[in-house]
């Protein structure tokens, strides 16, 4: 099964992010802006429900986005399908509004893979306008555990007369390979519940029902508190500058990061107005820094790369994310 998933996922790496210029060519373009409407609404797509890190980050994007365009950009949120029907819906043009999408590693690699099959291809249907940074999981324990540090929590955790009930995101996620991961380091005596929303991982929390949770850095940041929960550690493979003092999987396991991205797309069937416009836009939140301050403040490591950068190292985070998905597989 290992072995089928990595061919299924080299493929995508390699020829989903890097369309081929046949691809690219074939696309079927929109009516030029002047008959469509450069300003149209501008609508962020964001692939999560409300309330969660990806909410967080998006909205702080398109009020970005908003501020370098001189117009509004609303948020439109999109969870069903794991986020691939978010990014379907930007693919194809429509009247009346201009979609941005908001793209993941957890939407293009798990979305296509673990779901039902994608019905768009990430590298011949979109431009990768940016990238905006990374984030990691934020690994928030109830207010019941009651060691002082991360390195006491691990040590603890063993020494349990019972499983460690923690709590992640969907299959497949970053948040849930950290957990399998953490379950491994553990010595495997930990019960993985899978939250398809925030909030219910924290009311579970909250009851006692969990120890612990990963929940996105954004999100864990504001909601941690509100239940009387802390974070122990971050899953990324280096501290946040958002909250320095706590350590990083990567600082205990060299080399293990497992952080999620967070990239702008808009869709290669937009006019070449459209698209120009979103892309002098990012190039306008990177070079006045607008979005940099807000977004690092709230766990995001600031990357700001735009174009053939931004699809190189996608692609390559596309490709670490698969690698993970062989190495764990499906949680039990």
């Known amino acids: 099964m290992k072995a089928s998933l990595l061919v299924a996922v080299s493929l995508l790496a390699t020829s989903a992010i890097t369309a081929t210029s046949a691809g690219a060519q074939s696309v079927e373009r929109v009516p030029d802006a002047a008959t469509r409407g450069a300003d149209s609404p501008l609508v962020l797509i964001v692939p999560f429900p409300p309330g969660g890190s990806a909410d ?29 029907e978010a990014l379907a819906a930007v693919a194809k043009p429509v009247q009346g509004e201009i979609r941005v999408g908001y793209a993941t ?47 006491l929590w691990l040590k603890d955790v063993p020494q349990r007369g019972r499983a460690l009930r923690l709590g992640a995101g969907a299959s497949g996620s970053m948040s849930m390979l950290a957990a399998q991961f953490l379950a491994e380091m553990l010595g495997g005596n930990v019960e993985i519940a899978s939250f398809l929303s925030a909030d219910a991982a924290y009311a579970a929390l909250r009851r006692g029902d969990i120890d612990a949770n990963i929940d996105g850095l954004p999100n864990a940041l504001e909601e941690a508190p509100l239940v009387s929960a802390r974070i122990l550690a971050v899953s990324s493979k280096d501290r946040s500058a958002a909250i320095p003092e706590v350590p990083s999987f990567g600082e205990r396991w060299p080399g293990e990061d497992f952080s999620t991205f967070v990239a702008i797309v808009a869709a290669k069937a937009e006019s070449e107005a459209v698209r120009g416009r979103l892309k002098s836009g990012w190039y306008g939140v990177n070079r006045a820094g607008i979005a940099r301050k807000e977004l690092t403040a709230v766990g995001i490591t600031y990357l700001g790369l735009d174009l053939d950068a931004a699809a190189a190292f996608t692609e390559r985070e596309i490709l670490r994310h698969a690698k993970l998905l062989t190495r764990f597989g499906r949680p039990r």
């Open 56 to 84: 967080r980050v998006g909205r702080i994007i398109a009020a970005s986005f908003a501020e370098a365009l001189h117009r509004s950009v609303s948020v439109r949120n999109m969870p069903s399908g794991l986020g691939i």
């Open 105 to 151: 590693n957890t939407q293009v690699v798990p979305g296509a893979l673990l779901s039902k099959p994608a019905t768009i291809n990430p590298g011949e249907d979109f431009d990768w306008i940016g990238v905006a940074g990374t984030f990691g999981g934020a690994l928030v324990v109830g207010p019941a555990e009651r060691a002082g540090t991360f390195e």
